[in-house]
């Protein structure tokens, strides 16, 4: 297995009373993108602030690189090494892109050539704009530029896709894909349940400050979200609570959608079988399983569009 | 030097932003035009009511030269309305007489007897001072013999010195502390004392004093806000503006981005207080600009001046950024910058001459750093008085490190 890039260990950050970041540990190795999946408060920022080296911890280690993020001698050497794209990254208003870009990379040693970055992300036509003249996506992309002008081997984005329209969204995840192409690490984090299973090859589902569960996706979905899911559409409390009794691996999603977990083949036709005799005439929908059904295994609950968890 | 390359980031954001230009530029120079209209009454100079007594005259009772040359170097200036006090009457009540029941301003300077013959002999006594040095330095290079006859000639002259009686030729000024215009007056009449004694040490021949020779500069009143606004617009910049724009950097994450990088905080400080140190000279060089060609003031920048606003500069900066420290949000910046800056504004003698407040408010201005930078500019720029301006500059400078080091210190370059 490829070295360790990040290093996590028993790792606790304490706000006065709010324990936001509850002894977690874990690794990210060369050259994966690393994803941290988790509703609003999880302590995902935290966490990736800790690693950053701006944002003291309470308890526990935390390496990267195998510098120490608390040593202050290795903060210099850390710094040199990352890229960041912070949640809710904003750049001087009145530079426009390709000085912001320049500006970050000014801040190292040496850096990328600046045009080649912005051809990277596709900012050309923006090159001499503004930064306050932008959008909102086009914003982040100067984020994740900033983020990548320095040739970091390891590269950190905060919850680089919230807020973003459908087609920004899967801009910014092309140049994720890309990274991960050039050898890069990259430590993500985000509330979006299809980011992390679409661009991450481990996850790490966080959650009231703690690590719920860690894997692939594949092997998070095999552990937790069985085989596959019979969704009956626009079923009622009855019919669950009568599923129920039969099967144990009954749920109700928001839209009033009820979900059967599917363990093996023969538990699929036994479960048919009951709603053939109960005369169930709606819509029968076969599931492959998600990591949205990974979390609402966890925690019971799922992540809405603006990130609050709801149970 | 990474401080260089955030200094030329942050001024380009800066001149790019209008709001900016506005507050840190426009602003102040629409200031000094009211301020200098109001003070100037463009048009007509103002003129300073001042009363004179001369009791210095020759045995026959006529005037002495000097005091005369010294009365019309005062009219020179254009400043004053002079109206004689007859020698034998008494200062004061002659004074409110004239002025009748309805009163007017008591401004009153009197030339004591003896002014002529002090003043000369002080000179004198000085002079000689400095022969003597000459002399005691070519001491080296000089004949056995040489010597001799310098040294006979030297203790001649050091009886002479000694005989001179050590005098100061003794003006007093009388005036009314609840008087406005008396701390100008006052820098006015000692303005052209200064000169005075500058002619009267390098003149030629001393005995020989040529009255035609004594010029000074002829201020207005505008020259004696010069300074004191541009200080206190160095004083707004850095603590109103600067930490404005500092705490917004904060609170849109533009710090904590690039306390993601190697970037350190005191290169990020340094580099905010060049830029606005850059402002702050562009900001001085139109107001004295504009104020020669409006208001036709005299005032002119020296080199101690530009120090002076720079250290000025540097030291308001370094508060601001120490200021933006403990500072949350962009109200909160402009309430505590205002609300530092404008008593400061008012105790230092900007607007007001600090001789017309009460003595305990006279103390305060002492410990409030931008009295030094308006007390020592206007040193430098009217009095042309350098040791005035060194004592000012060296407690400016020091200041100045102070704030820049506690700016440092409290610039949070990590969360909590
Ligand atoms: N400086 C702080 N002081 C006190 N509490 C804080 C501070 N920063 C964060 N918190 C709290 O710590 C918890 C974790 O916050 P964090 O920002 O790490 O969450 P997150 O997973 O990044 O969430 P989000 O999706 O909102 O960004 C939250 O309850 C938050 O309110
Ligand atoms: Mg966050």
Known sequence: MAKPVVEVDTLVKQYGQLRAVDGISFKVHEEEVFAFLGPNGAGKTTTVEILECIRPLTSGTARIFGYEVTRNSDVVEIKRRIGALPQEFSALDKLTVKENIELIGDMYEKHLDVMEIIKLLDLEDKTNEKFENLSGGLKQRVGVAAALVSDPQLIFLDEPTTGLDPKARRDVWAVITNLKKLGKTVFLTTHYMEEAQMLADRVAIINKGKIAAIGSPQELIAQYGGLKILKIRGGDEALAGLLQKKYDKVSLNSNGDILVKIDDAEEFWRVMATLTDMKVGRDIEIQTPTIEDVFLKITGGIITEEGELKQ | MKAFTIFKAVTKNWIRSRSGLFFSILFPVLLLLVFGAIFSGIGGTAQYSLFVQNLDTNTSGQPTEISTAFIEAL???????????????????????????????????????????????????????????????????????????????????????????????????????????????????????????????????????????????????????IPGITAAFIMTNGIIALTATTTEFKRRGIIKRLSLTPLTKIDWVVGNVLCQTLLNLMLAGIMIALGWVVFNVRVIPDALSIALILLGSIMFSGMGMALSGFIKDVE?????????????????????????????????????????????????????????????????????????????????????
Do not use: C
Not at chain 2, 184 to 204: P, Q, R
Not at chain 2, 368 to 395: D, R
């Open chain 2, 75 to 225: 009219n020179s200036t254009e400043t004053f309305a002079i109206s004689d006090i007859p020698a034998d009457a008494n200062a004061t009540e002659y004074v409110r007489d004239k002025l009748g029941p309805l009163g007017g301003n008591i401004r009153i300077l009197v030339i004591s007897k003896g002014f002529q013959d002090d003043l000369l002999n002080g000179t004198l006594k000085v002079r000689i001072g400095i022969i003597y040095d000459t002399v005691t330095y070519f001491e080296p290079y000089m004949t056995d013999k040489q010597n001799a006859a310098i040294s006979q000639g030297l203790s001649q002259m050091q009886q002479l010195n000694a005989s001179i009686p050590d005098t100061k030729a003794s003006l007093t000024i009388m005036l009314d502390p609840a008087d406005q215009s008396a701390a100008m007056v006052k820098s006015i009449v000692m303005s052209v004392v200064n000169a005075f004694n500058y002619e009267l040490i390098g003149a030629e021949n001393v005995v020989e004093f040529n009255e035609a020779s004594v010029t000074t500069k002829r201020y207005s009143n505008v020259d004696f806000y």
């Open chain 2, 332 to 416: 909160a910046a402009s309430a505590i910058g205002n609300a530092i800056a404008f008593p400061m504004m008012f105790l230092s003698g900007t607007y007001f001459p600090m001789e017309i407040m009460p003595s305990y408010l006279q103390t305060v201005s002492k410990a409030l750093p931008l009295t030094y930078v308006s007390e020592g500019l206007k040193h430098a720029m009217i009095y042309q008085n350098p040791e005035g301006t060194y004592i000012n500059m060296a407690i400016v400078a020091m200041l100045a490190v102070v704030f820049i080091i506690v700016g440092a210190i409290v610039t949070r370059w990590k969360e909590k």
